[in-house]
């Protein structure tokens, strides 16, 4: 099938055209001719203008593609080689959601011809691929896979907001329901892959070996938030601790922090469901997330006691938000627990204002009830840089003075101020 596809006999498809797949489908465009098929129809516009709604994505990056951006599914039947890069999140009850992978996989099954091959990228927990998409494959095609068609598995390592690390740039995983599979799968990401191809000895494999990335973020990440709770109590300096544990040359560091985003605080709960399923409940794993949820509770509380010392009412303080985003130098607040922060401020009624220069949403004082300025205006009691974002590592301490309701009193979570240049200041 390669020569197929290196000659444009044969066509690539995406399903999924978020920021895993639209670059992915975009990176092989340059060397193939491909599909890009997402069933939400304003995205779809959006990308045929050249205008990435994730915004990690430049015009350029759309130049030099031989690639057809489609909303309809039935277009999918031109492609002989079928990737699927759909979100997998979790539902309120933190149980993996798989509807968007199991439409994804019905939409793909109906057009699948002998011969075909699907791959998926999405995050899932060990088994998924095999016991839930296969199936889906299978009814809708009438094929049975690995006899009729070839299948496997290639977790996306995109990383949103670092600009260092791009798809071509990242190590990939590969694997496929046999050895022929595993070598085309391979084959054809090696394509695009400047940065090599690691051949997964399964499925299982792969899928295990993508979950337990963000796991293992999420538990590292964790225990220093639980480090910089017991620090606070102590009175000591959690980012000071870190420096100077950082001197040995075995020490790992992690800094403690908000954990939100559609990886590390959702994929620990598909590791977790699984293995409930087989009748093991994970101590571990359920700690860590158990510990990053209640973060948000934590700094809000600290704000409050903070103004309860300088005699401040915080029911009658105003207070700014700066970044909602879930990590710095993106737009996504999917997940983001600046939200929880500022429902915790919120519930203490104060009036909480955010701002953030790299979010657009309109509907966040009607889905989540917070109001998102243009520009901070007027003065507030307390100033929390909730995101690092390079804009807000650029502010000086006047600008900030600026917006102070009397003395300045900054909550920089990440610590990216000097606290030496500031009286009032607390860091996680």
Not at 37 to 66: A, M, Y
Not at 253 to 267: E, K, Q
Not at 313 to 328: S, Y
Not at 402 to 416: H, Q, R, S
Request: with cysteine; glycine share 6%; net charge negative.
């Amino acid at each position: 099938m390669i020569k197929e596809l290196r000659n444009k006999t044969k066509l690539i498809s995406v399903t999924g055209l978020g920021y895993v797949g639209l670059p992915l489908a975009l990176e092989f465009a340059r060397y193939f001719k491909v599909i890009g098929f997402d069933t939400n129809k304003e995205r779809i516009q959006l990308i045929k203008q050249k205008k990435d709604p994730s915004k990690e994505l430049v015009p350029s990056d759309f130049e030099g593609c031989d690639i057809e951006f489609t909303d309809n599914p039935s277009d999918l039947t031109q492609a002989h080689f079928h990737i699927i890069a759909v979100p997998t999140d979790i539902d309120k009850y933190k149980v993996p959601d798989l509807k968007p992978l199991k439409e994804a996989s019905a939409a793909v099954g109906k057009v699948l011809k002998m011969g075909d091959v699907v791959v998926f990228e999405s995050t899932v927990y060990p088994g998924c691929t095999e016991e839930e998409c296969l199936p889906v494959l299978e009814q809708q095609s009438g094929l049975t896979g690995g006899r009729d068609f070839k299948y496997g598995y290639s977790p996306e390592r995109i990383s949103p907001g670092e600009k260092n690390r791009t798809l071509s740039k990242i190590l990939k995983i590969v694997s496929g329901n046999d050895e022929e599979a595993l070598e085309l799968i391979a084959e054809v990401y090696d394509a695009i892959i400047k940065a090599g191809i690691y051949k997964a000895k399964s499925i299982k494999v792969a899928e295990a070996a993508k979950v337990i990335e963000n796991v293992q973020r999420d538990i590292n990440i964790s225990f220093m938030n639980e480090l910089a709770i017991v620090f606070d109590k102590m009175g000591i300096d959690t980012t000071e601790v870190i420096e100077a544990a950082g001197t040995k040359w075995n020490f790992h560091t992690y800094r403690p922090g908000l954990v939100g985003g559609h990886c590390i605080s959702v994929d620990p709960f598909y590791l977790i469901h699984k293995a409930k399923e087989l009748g093991y409940n994970p101590k571990v794993i359920a700690a860590g997330r158990t510990i990053n949820d209640m973060i948000p509770q934590f700094i809000g509380e600290k704000v409050v006691h903070f103004l309860k010392k300088l005699e401040k009412d915080p029911a009658k303080c105003r207070v700014l938000v700066l970044g909602i985003a879930f990590k710095e130098n993106i737009s996504d607040i999917r997940n983001s627990k600046v939200i929880d922060l500022i429902h915790e401020l919120q519930s203490y009624s104060m009036e909480v204002l955010t701002f953030d220069p790299r979010v657009t949403r309109n509907d966040l004082k009607q889905v989540h009830n917070i109001t998102m300025v243009t520009k901070p205006e007027g003065l507030f009691d307390a100033i929390i840089i909730a995101v690092p974002h390079d804009e807000f590592k650029g502010l000086e301490k006047q600008d900030l003075e600026a917006l102070a309701n009397g003395e300045l009193v900054l909550f920089d979570i990440k610590g990216i101020k000097n606290k030496e240049d500031y009286q009032y200041y607390w860091r996680l």
